[in-house]
């Protein structure tokens, strides 16, 4: 993969700056986004593929992108497909930092040192090339108004700008909700930025996994010989499973 072209998890960074303030919006959120933009740039570079609600290796030469290819690497150690929403839902500490720093080294941001109350360090991150967000942000704003569908990777982005909580940030108030909307509503457009925007969403409400079906001879009886009801099963990290209607499953078919 060369480095002319601007990957996903750059770019969903770059949208989420706040130009005025330096800080990025929806940190906690955005931090699941990018876990899960890796996975749809390491898609589109032909090195994994989604397999139902599970993500495979099926190419695991390095892209020549360092973290995209450490991602590409722990998935490859996983030996089997690793559902979507454990994979974001795992610790991706430094995450955020790391990208911060890499556009940085490229120049597309600088870094501004300050302090909080006067005493804690911080440090803000300002566009040094606005007309890079205009670029990015100007992508998702055609595909809005004119309802063609995007490319995949603008598509991909849509999905993931909306799944992380984008939307008030770049359509604030009243006048953007239906621009909101119809973000929203390209996440069809591409099955894999779907897929991994859905679980996204499902990581924030905490659904971790999904319920297990267990045989009906199998639970004790209860008083007069009825069936106690079954008891919510935990995986095997110590999640409790609790039913749900399958979101990843509308990601798949989308």
């Known amino acids: 993969m060369g480095r002319s072209r601007r990957t996903i998890p750059e770019e969903l960074l770059l949208l989420a700056l706040d130009p005025a303030t330096g800080t990025t919006a929806q940190p906690q959120s955005l931090d699941l986004g ?15 593929a989604p397999d139902g609600d599970r993500i495979a290796v099926v190419m695991p030469r390095p892209t020549g992108d360092p973290t995209l290819d450490s991602a590409l690497e722990l998935l ?37 040192a300050g302090q909080m109350c006067g005493v804690l360090p911080t440090t803000r991150y300002q566009a040094t ?17 004119t309802g063609v569908p995007p490319d995949p990777r603008t598509a991909a982005l849509a999905a993931l700008a909306h799944a992380v ?18 973000l929203r509503d390209l996440i069809r457009h591409d ?8 679980a996204v969403m499902d990581v924030q409400n905490g659904v971790a996994a999904q319920p297990r079906r267990s045989a009906a001879p199998a639970g004790p009886t209860g008083p007069g010989g009825g069936r ?5 099963t935990a995986d095997p990290g110590g999640v409790p499973m609790q039913p ?8 798949v078919a989308h």
């Open 191 to 198: 099955p894999m930025g779907g897929l991994v925007a859905h």
């Open 129 to 145: 090339d606005t007309a890079i967000s205009r670029e990015i942000r100007s992508r998702l704003d055609s595909a809005i108004r």
């Open 165 to 182: 909580g984008l939307g008030k940030h770049l359509y604030p108030g009243n006048e953007g909700r239906s621009s909101r909307s119809r």
């Open 34 to 48: 990018l876990a899960g933009a890796q996975l749809v740039e390491l898609a589109l570079a032909g090195r994994i």
């Open 244 to 251: 749900r209607r399958g979101s990843m499953a509308r990601a």
């Open 76 to 112: 490859r150690r996983r030996g089997s497909p690793v559902r979507a929403v454990h994979w974001i839902g795992g610790p991706r500490l430094g995450l955020r930092q790391t990208y911060l720093s890499h556009l940085e080294r490229c120049g597309m941001v600088h870094a501004v």
């Open 228 to 232: 106690q009801p079954a008891r919510a």
